[in-house]
């Protein structure tokens, strides 16, 4: 039976809320979580709201040498790439005790590790999954000397302006008018390396700048190659 309630219009105004002002400071942690997981797992949103996505993710599958599930794949995957300025927001104002009711970690005790040993970590991510995360957790959980890096026109997101006031994650800002801003950028995560810290950085998206190309979910992504040069 079709649900009158999925339609464009319906789902883009509650998404629209979702990331108002009032929307990130109003809507709890569980109950957004939830609505997400069942829209995302609605007939109507795989095949009709959010088709380019599922078409890409299964372009993708189709290589695959081991088929996965693949209800599970899709189903996450849409979940994780849904109202990332949301999510993020909402987790920057859970208490401790609910943070780690709704959170787990996997191999945390490998990066602790290194973090205690003073080792400088390169975290590298994309930008498909949830990469604003880095922003509400990692401060939350005892990494005080966390750095992450963003281009200037991210730093007026909802994903840094509406985390809540206790979070102030430490922002390494470059504007994008050349190379220039770059080699500053590295000698700074430099800096932050050789003291211990951690570096959080987006390594795909440069396209026309990017010298390693590989296909990523469906989509041929451009990496560029400061991760590896920090590493070194």
């Known amino acids: 039976m079709k649900n009158p309630f999925l339609n464009r219009k319906n789902i883009r105004k509650i998404l629209k809320y979702f990331n108002s002002e009032k929307g990130l400071k109003r809507i709890p ?3 957004g979580s939830l609505f997400i997981a069942w829209l995302c ?10 088709h380019k996505r599922v078409q890409s993710l299964n372009e993708y599958l189709s290589m695959a040498p081991h088929q996965p599930d693949h209800d599970v794949i899709v189903n996450g995957f849409l979940e994780t790439n849904l109202l990332h300025g949301w999510r993020t927001s909402s987790l920057s104002r859970l208490s401790d005790r609910s943070l780690h009711k709704w959170i787990s970690f996997e191999n945390k005790e490998l990066l602790d590790a290194y973090f205690q040993e003073g080792k400088g970590i ?21 990494y005080k000397n966390f750095h992450t890096i963003i281009g200037e026109n991210a730093e007026e997101s909802m994903k840094v ?8 994650p430490n922002l390494l800002v470059f504007k994008r008018t050349g190379e220039s801003e770059h080699f500053k950028m590295l000698f700074r995560a430099k800096d932050i390396l050789e003291s211990g810290g951690i570096v959080n950085l987006l390594g795909d998206g440069f396209h026309g700048r990017s010298n390693v190309h590989m296909e990523f979910f469906g989509r041929m992504r451009g990496w560029r190659t400061t991760f590896a040069e920090l590493g070194i």
Do not use: Q
Not at 41 to 50: E, I, L, M, Q
Not at 123 to 139: D, E, I, T
């Open 41 to 50: 797992r609605t007939s109507y949103a795989k095949n009709v709201f959010f």
């Open 122 to 142: 390169v975290l590298l991510n994309s930008h498909y999954g949830l990469p604003a995360l880095a922003l509400s957790l990692f401060p939350r959980i005892g």
């Open 29 to 31: 942690y569980g109950l």
């Open 161 to 168: 302006s509406g985390l809540s006031d206790s979070i102030s």
